[in-house]
């Protein structure tokens, strides 16, 4: 059955940064459109970044110039990079997968890892 995995949270200091991979299965990243979705608490699921199947990329506002989301395809596995990482970023970050240009609608969700910004 299709499956997401994620890695690489933890708890850094402000101005930190981690990096975030998802693992996928039972198909490749090549023929999804790969996001990272966070959730802090008392507050709604956002999206954070997305990379299309033709290697377009998306941000949200609060993502651009401090995340980088790639790919492997040969891998089967994404990334988020996050520098200059603030408290507001504290979240439980979760990785996903839909059809080719709906990014934000995923069909297929990891389970999530926790990151913790402190100040």
């Known amino acids: 059955h299709v499956q997401l995995v994620e890695s690489g949270g933890g708890s850094v200091q402000t101005g930190g940064s981690l990096r975030l991979s998802c693992r996928v299965s039972?198909?490749?990243?090549?023929?999804?459109?790969m996001g990272w979705f966070r959730q802090a608490p008392g507050k709604d699921r956002e999206g954070v970044a997305a990379?299309?199947?033709?290697?377009?990329?998306i941000y949200a506002e609060s993502a651009k110039g401090r995340f980088t989301i790639s790919k492997d395809n040969a891998k089967n596995t994404f990334y988020l990079q996050m520098n200059a990482l603030k408290p507001e970023d504290t979240a439980m970050y979760y990785c996903?997968?839909?059809?080719?240009?709906?990014?934000?609608?995923?069909?297929?969700w990891g389970q999530g890892t926790q990151v913790t910004v402190s100040s």
């Open positions: 990379i299309n199947t033709d290697g377009t990329t």
């Open positions: 996903a997968a839909g059809a080719p240009g709906e990014c934000w609608s995923p069909r297929y």
């Open positions: 039972e198909f490749t990243s090549s023929s999804h459109c």
